[in-house]
């Protein structure tokens, strides 16, 4: 069912809020949806300056689709729930929270003349997070974490509190982070990024809102800021002509193109070992995390010790393949499957050895390698399959960025718990 924009709800300089006349179109849940239309409008210095730019709100929507569409694939928690023009996406409802949250790698632009001294390119490491108050008419001025605190502001219902912001800090860093991974693996440096927030009115629950586009970043192509295709471009004329809004359009359209890149599919796979059927059950649990990170997995069933050279031949065949592998062995008693394999390839073996009341006994097979092996041994199930998941992630930036959101939420799940137990 198609959905249909109702009134205006909210606008601003470079979008319009809709509501929704059929929200039955859209999943049921705690929550309620919105339309957000994007302008063909471009402005820089809150406003001072402006100018019309065809087809800005279609490159805006395709850019902030793009880049909402990995956030959620990676487990981000997001307000974007699907496209719905050319010009427009479908969102939750959000009391958005007045905070620019800004992420930096490297310094450049405001930023030196606020911190005067510091050399244009210094890196930081870990990123910098900054706060600035949503103002236009008082310049957006910087604020500090307790200035945040101690403001009480009541979006939709949440006062915001230490925790929250905590909550919001983190997750800024985390979208940063994902986001740098995933422009370098196209060559271009993620240099510093704005983002907000919003609070889901019906649940309370704390969502990455508003809209990441082309005027959300800096982003230097090969790392060089004379490739900068990003809004500052615009910022900088000093004369605004026909000529130079067609070159921006062009590095708006580039910039879509490329963020539609972005979100690749899984190039590598995991190949689980098992030295009996019986170990089936163990085995699943491995696959299981493995499935919810997005990785392939494939089982075979070979003991090293009853059917060395089917396990050999077996081992031959995915080397054969030429993709990048990360082997787990899993084999009770005298583990003899994980050092085999380790013995006989450069793929990266990890020994899971199933639950056994001789546990403790046996696990030393799978401790005590051989001279000249490198596998290593993990004893439960999610612990091998996040190995092999890191192992994987160093060349698949959505899989670092599944691995990287995996331990946002967890952090976000610890804080719900402690403010929960302390209600």
């Known amino acids: ?21 059929n929200p039955e179109a859209l999943p049921a849940g705690d929550r309620e949806y919105v339309v957000l239309q994007s302008k063909d409008r471009i402005t820089a210095n809150n406003a001072q300056r402006v100018n019309d730019m065809e087809g800005k709100g279609a490159l805006a929507t395709d850019t902030t689709a793009a880049i909402f569409e990995l956030l959620n694939d990676c487990g981000v928690k997001t307000h974007f729930v699907q496209r719905h023009t050319e010009t427009s996406m479908v969102s939750v409802k959000c009391a958005m929270v007045p905070i ?26 870990p990123a910098l997070l900054e706060y600035f108050f949503k103002d236009d008419e008082a310049g957006d001025p910087q604020w500090s974490y307790q200035q945040i605190v101690a403001a009480e502001m009541n979006c939709g219902g949440v006062v915001i509190q230490g925790h929250h912001l905590d909550e919001m800090s983190r997750m800024t860093v985390t979208v940063f982070e994902i986001l740098e991974r995933a422009w370098s693996s196209l060559g271009c440096t993620l240099v510093d990024m704005k983002i907000e927030f919003g609070v889901n009115p019906v649940n309370g629950e704390i969502l990455l809102a508003d809209v990441i586009d082309n005027d959300s970043w800096r982003l230097w192509p090969s790392g060089d800021r004379r490739l900068m295709k990003d809004k500052q471009v615009y910022r900088d004329l000093r004369e605004v002509t026909v000529e130079a809004m067609q070159e921006i359009r062009k590095n708006y359209t580039w910039v879509a193109e490329q963020a ?4 690749s599919k899984p190039w ?15 085995c699943d649990k491995i696959a299981k995390v493995l499935g919810e990170l997005g990785i392939p997995v494939t089982m075979r069933v070979c003991s090293a ?28 008693r005298s583990n003899g499957l994980g050092p085999v394999l380790a013995g006989n390839t450069a793929l990266p073996v990890i ?12 696990v030393w097979s799978s401790l005590r390698m051989p001279s000249g092996l490198g596998c290593t041994t993990a004893t439960q199930p999610d612990t091998a399959a996040l190995n ?14 599944r691995l990287r959101a995996r331990q946002l939420n967890t952090y976000i799940g610890l804080i719900h718990a402690d403010q929960k137990m302390n209600q």
């Open 1 to 21: 069912m198609e959905v249909l924009p109702g009134e205006k709800l909210a606008e601003g300089k470079t979008k319009e809020i809709l509501a929704v006349k």
């Open 100 to 125: 620019e949250f800004v992420t930096r790698r490297v310094a450049t632009g405001s930023f030196l003349k606020r911190n005067v001294g510091v050399k244009e390119g210094h890196k930081f490491s």
């Open 260 to 263: 539609n890149k972005l979100r």
């Open 268 to 282: 590598g796979r995991v190949v689980i070992f098992m030295g009996s059927a019986s170990d089936k059950e163990h």
């Open 305 to 332: 010790h009853k059917s060395t050279p089917m396990s050999l031949a077996v081992l031959h065949e995915i080397e054969s393949e030429a993709v990048p592998t990360v082997l787990i062995a899993v084999a009770g």
């Open 351 to 362: 020994n899971c050895p199933p639950p056994s009341a001789w546990l403790e006994q046996d």
């Open 388 to 401: 092999a998941a890191s192992i994987l992630s160093l060349n698949d930036h959505m899989l670092w960025g």
